[in-house]
């Protein structure tokens, strides 16, 4: 307990070596934990250092004192189920914040990414101001124990707020509205109405910073729109750009001027101050580069996307899901800003000299990276008829794939181009009110129209040819497939290869190097690599490479079985075509001649699925063995509304047959039930019955026995007893048998013919008859001699029962 109690009076004592970061999973809070990290890296350092030093003489004084409080970082988490972040000492709850705050030396507070953050921002500024109306100021001569000066015992706050408190400040010169702000024309600024609450924020930390300067130092970011990584505000563009949406949205003309910062510029500022804090109230966080919105998204298009864009009133901004009111607000934003301090003082050293537009391909990169959007290149081989267009398509839509196919690459290329013509005939602008001319000249030096009218020639070129209706040689199909295979899309996305190429000379043909270039390698080729590997994509196009072949295998009576099975319309082949494109196929395909030879030498070796039942039309085992290959499919845009919707059908169905389970289930019990109260019903009838007719038996063979105790024991016993009762005698069981030997001294008081009184009548006419032969005197009988009368009884009546 004691432990337990001084380790929760650490946590509660103030320390100049503890830092906090607000919402460390945040966008921005994963960055400023990366470079604060550092802190505690060179404090690791210098602590072994100076533990590797040899303690001798008066240095042995040292260690009888204390160790030093140790740097550490704490923080807040936006999901509650993050419990532990590399590098951070603790996790800090909302209810404990403002009090962890206060014992922290130094706090990084992030207001720009989220609102909620404003009133914790404004309670911890309040209770600055009530402890430091408490203390005593501390003068700057003051020296501490080390010899360093008081300025080392200072307060930190840095307060990471938004351009945004800017966006209607009024031009520095009517004459020149293009005059960019600079960190001193801070008093100026206006925010836009949203951001209100961070301006109140703002002013009342650049309140503190100047009345309390002796005690804490203050200072705010106001930060551009952030971009890099895993992208926050540029997101939805980013995505889009990636998943080649046909026409990118530009809010309004897109002339307006967005001040930038790379997150890990942002972060690198934050890390500078804390490690130099300079004497500034406010420092602008923005790019040199002046980059308009339209400049952002056309890049993006043009480099990674479909190249096409669309002009949408400012308005219909809100009708788009994906952009809410704070992306609005920061894409709609006007403002010209210029940095000083950063560049002129601090020093900074950029993440790259680069624009924004000559970064988007690192940039799309790193997104890729972090976003975990990893493109599929899928072949798929196989004899005729086999089921590879059922197959290939089913990967297309399980994970969000290209479809390529030499039959129908010409007509989807054809179409691509017809909506591309019409939608340049149209124009960008074409949903925008009337423009003036000075609009028009704003779009014009914005697009480099040389190279879009080559591209258009090109279109207009092609699209002719696919349109004539003449057909396609082979050579001009294979540069169509390759031409598909190398677009933004396929490239993005990734692609699934219907039955192509079909011999080794159109392997070579369709991934030789030509004049492009890996773009997408040239981090792998930094790497090491083994001596064998070295000229191994020598002569191929890397980018281009599949990374599965899929090649199903089935017998010539398997597929002509498949055949005659399939419904008779008019894509169903003959017999003869069947077996000719069979034959082609089987002579090509030797082990010799197989273009799984090409492909084996680039050490991609085929995934081989043998095709063996008729009953699988939708080709489900086949997917499924490929689907173990590939592994999990990416998450993003499109493909996520296909898995959230398969999801929550599946969960629909689950329900639904959770529920039919259920009410079988109660149904089964409500009849089992039933059964049960009628058989309990039944045997409680026949338990009824069963006990009467037992009652019944029971008392029938009791009658003769109750009958002969009722009529020969309980007369003369019932007398002996009342006898006992009313005499009480000392021994009642020896008084009975005496009292019933002596009303029955010859011992027939228990045969079944005993009958007391008639004993007692049977002894007086004994006597009598004794009496009467001693006088010998004889008695007439009173009938007269002639009448003959002979009694015969129906039963033997006994001497002892006569009477």
Same mark, same amino acid.
């Given at each position: ?521 040239? =981090? &792998?080729? /930094?790497?090491?690599?083994?001596? %064998?590997?070295?000229? *191994?994509?020598?002569?191929?196009? $890397?980018? !281009? ?98 898995? =959230? &919707?398969? /999801?929550?059908?599946?969960?629909? %169905?689950?329900?639904? *047959?959770?529920?039919?389970?259920? $009410?079988? !289930? ?138």
């Amino acid at each position: 307990m004691s432990s337990e109690k001084s380790s929760s009076n650490l946590q509660q004592q103030f320390s100049f070596k503890r830092y906090f970061i607000n919402n460390l999973d945040s966008y921005h809070g994963e960055y400023f934990l990366k470079e604060i990290s550092k802190v505690l890296e060179q404090s690791a350092t210098s602590s072994n250092k100076q533990s590797s030093q040899t303690v001798i003489g008066e240095d042995m004084e040292s260690l009888s004192q204390p160790p030093e409080q140790p740097y550490e970082i704490i923080g807040t988490v936006i999901d509650p189920k993050v419990k532990s972040v590399d590098n951070v000492a603790r996790i800090v709850s909302r209810a404990d914040c403002l009090s962890q705050m206060l014992a922290c030396g130094t706090v990084v507070f992030d207001i720009s990414y989220s609102k909620d953050e404003l009133k914790l921002a404004m309670d911890y500024v309040k209770l600055l101001k009530d402890l430091f109306e408490k203390q005593t100021p501390v003068h700057a001569t003051d020296s501490n124990d080390d010899g360093k000066p008081s300025e080392y015992k200072k307060r930190y706050l840095i307060l990471v707020s938004t351009v945004m408190t800017w966006a209607v400040t009024k031009p520095l010169d009517p004459d020149t509205p293009d005059m960019p702000f600079i960190e001193t024309d801070f008093r100026k600024r206006k925010p836009h109405p949203n951001y209100k609450m961070h301006y109140d924020v703002e002013n009342e930390v650049i309140g503190i910073a100047r009345k309390y300067k002796k005690q804490i130092g203050a200072v705010v970011v106001a930060s551009g729109l952030t971009y890099g990584g895993r992208e926050d505000v540029l997101f939805f563009w980013f995505q889009k750009a990636w998943e080649c949406e046909r026409l990118l949205p530009i809010l309004g003309r897109g002339s307006n001027v967005i001040p930038l910062i790379n997150v890990q510029d942002l972060a690198q500022i934050v890390y500078n101050l804390v490690s130099d804090f300079p004497k500034k109230l406010y420092i602008l966080a923005v790019e040199q580069t002046i980059t308009k919105q339209r400049e952002i998204i056309k890049s993006l298009g043009r480099i990674v996307g479909s190249g096409m864009f669309k002009c949408i009133p400012q308005e219909d901004g809100f009708l788009i899901p994906d952009i809410d009111q704070r992306i609005f607000d920061f894409m709609t934003l006007n403002l010209n800003m210029e940095p000083t301090f950063i560049v002129e003082t601090m020093g900074l050293q950029w993440t790259s000299e680069l624009s924004f537009q000559e970064n988007v391909p690192i940039l799309m990169k790193r997104f890729k990276k972090e976003r975990g959007l990893k493109p599929f290149k899928v072949i798929v081989h196989g004899p005729p008829i086999v089921g590879k267009t059922t197959l290939s398509k089913l990967i297309c839509e399980a994970y969000g794939l290209v479809y390529v196919s030499a039959e129908t690459v010409a007509q989807d290329l054809l179409e691509d181009l017809t909506w591309r013509i019409k939608h340049w005939e149209v124009g960008e602008t074409a949903e925008l009110d009337q423009s003036t001319a000075e609009d028009d000249d704003i779009v014009a030096n914005d697009v480099d129209e040389e190279d879009d009218n080559i591209i258009q020639d090109e279109a207009k070129l092609t699209h002719a040819i696919l349109n004539s209706g003449r057909d396609l040689t082979d050579e001009e199909i294979l540069t169509y497939v390759r031409r598909r295979l190398l677009s933004n899309e396929a490239l993005n996305r990734g692609w699934v290869l219907d039955g192509f190429p079909i011999n080794l000379a159109q392997c070579s043909t369709l991934f030789e190097k030509g004049d492009e270039q890996d773009a997408e390698g040239e =981090e &792998e080729n /930094e790497e090491d690599q083994f001596d %064998e590997d070295i000229d *191994l994509y020598n002569n191929v196009l $890397k980018k !281009m490479l599949p990374e599965i072949v899929v090649t199903l295998e089935a017998t010539d009576e398997f597929i002509c079985e498949k055949a005659m099975r399939q419904p008779e319309d008019d894509s169903r082949l003959d017999e003869e075509t069947i077996l000719k494109r069979l034959s082609e196929f089987r002579a090509g395909d030797t082990r010799d001649t197989t273009m799984l030879n090409f492909f084996d030498e680039l050490d991609i070796h085929p995934l081989v699925i043998h095709v063996k039942e008729h009953a699988d039309y939708g080709m489900k085992a086949a997917f499924a063995s490929v689907t173990l290959r590939m592994g999990r499919p990416c998450r993003y845009g499109k493909l996520i509304a296909q898995i =959230e &919707e398969a /999801e929550k059908k599946e969960k629909q %169905e689950l329900e639904t *047959l959770q529920a039919k389970e259920a $009410k079988a !289930m109660k149904e089964l019990e409500k009849k089992m039930q039933e059964e049960r109260e009628e058989k309990m019903e039944y045997w409680s009838e026949l338990y009824a019955l069963m006990r009467e007719e037992e009652e019944a038996a029971l008392a029938a063979a009791s009658e003769p026995l109750r009958n002969y105790l009722v009529n020969n024991i309980f007369p003369t016993l019932t007398t002996a007893l009342l006898e006992v009762a009313k005499l009480r005698p000392d021994d009642p069981i020896d008084f009975l048998a005496e009292y019933l030997f002596k009303i029955n001294p010859t011992g027939k008081m228990l045969e079944p013919g005993y009958n007391l009184q008639a004993e007692k009548l049977l002894g007086k006419i004994k006597i009598l008859d004794d009496a009467l032969k001693d006088l010998d005197i004889k008695i007439e009988p009173l009938l007269p001699p002639e009448v003959d009368f002979e009694f015969k009884p129906k039963k033997k009546i006994n001497s002892m029962s006569a009477l």
